[in-house]
């Protein structure tokens, strides 16, 4: 698992940025809902890497 993810990195980050950007774009009323968990994701991604 590690390793596929790894190797598929730059991707799966590419793909969240699009998502992110489609979903404040698109649904921008969703936006304030999905930011109470940006600061928690933000922790958990800075304490894996």
């Given at each position: 698992m590690r390793g596929c993810v790894e190797r598929y990195?730059?991707?799966?980050?590419?793909?969240?940025?699009?998502?992110?950007l489609a979903i404040g774009l698109g649904q921008p009323d969703m936006t304030s809902r999905l930011e109470a968990f940006l600061w928690p994701l933000f922790g958990s991604l800075l304490y894996a890497t």
């Open positions: 990195q730059s991707w799966i980050y590419l793909i969240s940025i699009l998502g992110g």
